[in-house]
């Protein structure tokens, strides 16, 4: 099992900046690819970036430019910083991880509000 637990999320000025963390414990060992994913009112979950064992990351066109994705491997932790938000990226944001073997871990999701 494999636990996660998202921190920094809050309510932040247009164009301003916020950082995301996930935290994981459990066996850790078997992730390969770790996410932030989110949720606006009335729509699906959409992916925002995501990265993998090797160090690739990939960005959703709404965030490129904008947010990163990062980790670090010694604390189990893997960041988004959110730079230049906007009003639309307003959601409730998730981090997510995949081990090896097809399992799926979420954390309980933290609020971003980002506000005109």
């Known amino acids: 099992q494999v636990q996660l637990v998202e921190s920094g999320g809050g309510t932040v000025q247009a164009g301003g900046s916020l950082r995301l963390s996930c935290a994981a414990s459990?066996?850790?060992?078997?992730?390969?690819?770790m996410g932030w994913f989110r949720q606006a009112p009335g729509k699906e979950r959409d992916i925002v970036a995501r990265?993998?064992?090797?160090?690739?990351?990939m960005h959703a066109d709404s965030v490129k430019g904008r947010f990163s994705i990062s980790r670090d491997t010694t604390k189990n932790t893997w960041y988004l910083q959110m730079n230049m938000v906007k009003p639309e990226d307003t959601a409730l944001y998730y981090c997510?991880?995949?081990?090896?073997?097809?399992?799926?871990?979420w954390g309980k999701g933290i609020q971003v509000t980002v506000s005109p």
């Open positions: 997510g991880a995949t081990e090896y073997g097809g399992m799926e871990y």
């Open positions: 990265i993998w064992l090797s160090g690739q990351t």
């Open positions: 459990g066996r850790t060992f078997s992730l390969y690819a």
